[in-house]
């Protein structure tokens, strides 16, 4: 019994190294991964403006970076983690700056006024557009929002919500997920490496605790052959 009790301690301790050099090289991966993202974001110079007090600010107003905030949080429910947002690290980098940098891009989108040149009469529904300029407030309509027919808001779609727009968005995007995905790492790392911590310290406890039980067994072993 105290063999087998010894044993099961040795694999135990050998599982338990094993989870900690699995922790250990996801660890390395991630920070590989973490070094890339962050010097492709420096490379990109895309930053988030602050304050000389520290607050995020959008075009030097505090208001405008109040009501993006609240785009982010409130009408897509983002949970905003207030430590990625560092004043001295104004680098686009962290999965909040990079979802606070796309809802820039959707706020100022989704608030704009488009200038529509109708060159000819045109008329929808029965309703007659004549000729002219036309200025036309996307009102916070998003791409699918719009009537594409509508002689006016049809081209007022296209000039919003550009070909740019898009691209910057879905460049986000893939920003976040990048950086959400190295911080999932990086928790599986720790679980990996604690998980083998706890297996080990348990392997060597019980080869430790076996040993005065072996000891004891010997001696009582010896005394009944001399006797």
Do not use: C
Request: no cysteine; glycine share 12%; net charge negative.
């Amino acid at each position: 019994m105290v063999s087998r009790l010894k044993g099961l301690g040795i694999a135990l301790a050998v599982i338990g190294l094993v989870f900690i050099a699995g922790g250990a090289y996801a660890y390395l991966r991630v920070q590989d991964g973490t070094k890339s993202l962050n010097t492709f974001s420096a490379a990109q110079n895309v930053t988030l403006t602050y304050n000389e007090d520290g607050q995020l600010v959008d075009r030097g107003e505090t208001a405008g970076a109040e009501a993006i905030m609240a785009l982010l949080k409130d009408d897509w429910g983002y949970a905003v983690d207030t430590a990625e947002l560092n004043p001295n690290d104004p680098v686009v980098n962290t999965a909040t700056e990079y979802m606070f940098q796309m809802a820039t891009v959707a706020y100022h989108t989704l608030n704009g006024t488009q200038t529509i040149v109708l060159t000819e009469d045109a008329e929808y529904k029965g309703e007659v557009f004549p000729a002219g300029t036309y200025e036309f407030a996307v009102d916070g309509r998003y791409w699918t929002a719009f009537d594409r027919q509508h002689p006016i808001e049809g081209p007022a779609r296209a000039q919003a919500w550009t070909g740019t727009a898009h691209a910057l968005i879905a460049e986000l995007g893939v920003g976040v997920v990048t950086a959400s995905t190295l911080q999932l790492g990086l928790g599986v790392a720790g679980v990996a490496a604690g998980m083998g911590g706890a297996f080990f310290l348990m392997g060597v406890g019980l080869v430790w605790a076996t040993r005065p039980e072996e000891a004891a067994v010997r001696v009582t072993e010896r005394a009944t052959v001399r006797a």
